[in-house]
């Protein structure tokens, strides 16, 4: 899962990176508002939390921005001011969920697992695709009921499948996903991942759709 975090408060910033990445997210960060509109108005993002004090163009101009231009990715709102008209406020811009500082790292996290389930459609934490499980509050896999232990670049891999499960995912928008402007931004990188985890779960798991991509098998 791709995450961007909007924080102009460093300290901030930093354990959230920290605590979205333990998570299993890849995070990007930005603590300017033009920095962020420009990002979440030309990237595609699983989530973003988003601070409203920003210096220069504020937190909820940005949302409004990103709302006008059809940009439909779960936001989760950060803000010091917890005014219940600004929290109405912030809603009616397009928020997804609100969360007022301080705040515990904790209901952050969780908060930003339900915003993505319920973006793919899924309410629960388990969720399931064939023989394949995840559980995504412990970050764990399962294959017909036995635990497989897999890297935090498989586990993100295998929760973006299961995430689009009803279709195929081209390779450029897993490797997107899973490396953004990293270096290793490769296809042959993509393929020794998907290659490590069909070792170790074998054939029947993750299907490719040539000229499409890959998906969880279901049956």
Request: charged share 30%; no cysteine; proline share 4%.
């Amino acid at each position: 899962m791709r995450a961007l975090a909007v924080e102009d408060d460093a300290r901030i910033a930093d354990d959230l990176a920290a605590a979205l990445t333990a998570a299993g997210f890849r995070v990007e960060l930005t603590n300017d508002g033009e920095d962020a509109w420009f990002l979440g108005d030309t990237e595609a993002y699983d989530l973003v939390v988003l601070d409203l004090g920003l210096p220069g163009l504020d937190g909820l101009a940005v949302l409004k921005r990103w709302r006008a231009n059809d940009r439909t990715m779960p936001v989760l709102v950060l803000t010091a001011r917890g005014t219940w008209q600004e929290r109405v406020e912030g809603i009616e811009a397009g928020a997804d969920d609100y969360l007022p500082k301080p705040f515990r790292m904790e209901e952050l996290v969780a908060r930003a697992r339900a915003l993505v389930r319920r973006a793919g459609g899924h309410a629960g934490a388990l969720q399931e695709a064939g023989d394949l499980s995840l559980d995504t509050n412990r970050m764990g896999v399962a294959l017909r009921g036995l635990p497989v232990q897999v890297s935090a670049l498989e586990y993100r891999l295998l929760a973006y499948l299961m995430q689009h499960r009803d279709r195929p995912v081209p390779p450029t928008e897993l490797l997107e996903h899973l490396y953004g402007d990293d270096d290793s931004r490769e296809a042959n990188a993509l393929e020794a991942v998907i290659a490590r985890l069909r070792r170790k779960m074998g054939p029947g798991v993750i299907g490719t759709r040539r000229g499409f991509g890959y998906f969880l098998e279901q049956a």
